[in-house]
């Protein structure tokens, strides 16, 4: 609110506050328009002329900023928390979330994405709870947890990307002695501003037939069969009906798709830079309803071109090192750091990757936004910057 040039009292005991400010495009400060304003805050009422700055701006003007988060620090701590805070009931998750630092301490790194590390310590079960909120795991390092969705063991290992609709039940158990972290994404805060979400408690212990260690799920093995979608099985609920994503089928894709550019048949969104998208099996779209995973890959000295776009993305580094640019802050990043692309921040890569610090020798990148939800109410828009 811009400051009145006139002191008036206002209303008692009501939120609103109104100011007649002397301004261009506003009316006349006199003494009927702050009586004007006067009855509109008694009634609770407000006027779109002295709003309509913040409320319709010329372009998106995000309440989160460009952040990043340095993975060694963040598993430092999750550490600490795993020699000091239990997993079971009252905590549910070892989880410790990403506070983007403009939106007042919540625990957001967008206005609609959770981001958070999760640690499991040794021999450890997080308890089994379901939500409405869609969910899933990204393991940039390590391997020996299951998470157990609907009963069926899902194994967790660097590189796979785990996706879960809400409303499953799930649990999680170290079946190894040493601990494991990862992250989770979640649209907590979208639900959250929306007043849709619900919760339950689960068993606080898994059975025996849920704590094995198959190297596949159920679920790999009917829906994990690229371009063969089972005639006999439906999904049961919205999202992806394959629970892993396996990070071989990735890491060739991505790698298969620079070869090609290389040979001159192209295959690569722009020189240099491979990106792939995960879906649903069952019909092509997005592998939860409210959240779009993808994972892309930037060749050593290739650079990516600055791209604006509604809704928000959170980037995980998960092999190399580079420069990232997002609206006028930049950073160099490595394994495992996180960072936050607001809406309408223009954001581009450089890789300065090598065989020494990447196993593919580029800047590898897993990302997830909250695009299906801007796409299906048409609010998506897309601008490459010179």
Same mark, same amino acid.
């Given at each position: ?18 100011? +007649? ?13 702050? !009586? ?6 008694? !009634? $609770? ?9 913040? $409320? ?30 239990? =997993? ?5 998750? @070892? ?58 063991? =899902?194994?967790?290992? @660097? *590189? ?15 079946? #190894? ?8 994404? $979640? ?28 190297? @596949?799920?159920?679920?790999? @093995?009917?829906?994990?069969?690229? *371009? ?21 089928? #990735? ?72 420069? =990232? ?23 581009? +890569? ?37």
């Amino acid at each position: 609110m811009t400051e009145s040039s006139t002191t008036q009292d206002h209303a008692p005991g009501s939120p609103v506050r109104l100011h +007649a400010v002397a301004a261009h495009g506003q009316p006349d400060v006199t003494p009927a328009l702050e !009586e004007l304003y006067r009855g509109f805050e008694q !009634e $609770l009422l407000v006027p779109l002329w002295t709003e309509i700055g913040d $409320l319709m701006p010329a372009h998106p003007r995000s309440r989160a900023v460009p952040h990043v988060w340095r993975w060694e620090r963040l598993r430092e701590l999750a550490a600490q928390a795993g020699d000091l805070v239990p =997993v079971g009931r009252g905590g549910e998750r @070892r989880a410790i979330a990403l506070a983007n630092p403009s939106l007042g301490g919540r625990p957001f790194a967008t206005p609609t994405l959770w981001a958070a590390i999760q640690y499991l310590m040794p021999g450890e079960d997080a308890p089994e709870h379901r939500h409405t909120q869609h969910a899933f795991r990204f393991v940039v390092e390590g391997s020996g947890v299951w998470t157990v969705v609907g009963g069926d063991p =899902v194994p967790m290992n @660097r *590189g796979d990307f785990l996706p879960q609709a809400g409303w499953n039940w799930h649990a999680h158990h170290n079946a #190894t002695d040493e601990p494991m972290a990862w992250i989770d994404g $979640l649209d907590i805060p979208f639900q959250y501003a929306t007043e849709a979400q619900f919760f339950e408690f689960g068993r606080d212990e898994i059975t025996e037939a849920e704590r094995t260690t198959p190297s @596949r799920s159920r679920s790999e @093995r009917l829906w994990g069969h690229p *371009g063969l979608r089972p005639l006999a099985a439906a999904p049961a609920t919205p999202g992806s009906p394959l629970l892993s994503y396996k990070w071989e089928h #990735t890491d060739a894709a991505l790698r298969d798709q620079l070869l090609l550019e290389k040979e001159g048949f192209g295959g690569t969104v722009e020189p240099g830079h491979a990106a792939v998208r995960y879906t649903n099996p069952h019909d092509g779209s997005d592998v939860l309803p409210t959240i779009r995973a993808e994972f892309h890959r930037v060749a050593r000295g290739a650079e990516t071109a600055p791209v604006r776009e509604t809704g928000s993305s959170v980037y995980q580094v998960f092999d190399g090192s580079g420069t =990232v640019a997002v609206g006028e802050r930049s950073w160099s990043v490595t394994r495992g750091d996180l960072f936050v692309v607001p809406s309408w921040e223009p954001f581009s +890569a450089r890789s300065e990757a090598g065989r020494t610090d990447s196993d593919s020798a580029g800047l590898d990148l897993f990302r997830f936004s909250d695009a299906p939800v801007f796409e299906a109410l048409k609010l998506d828009r897309t601008q490459k910057d010179a």
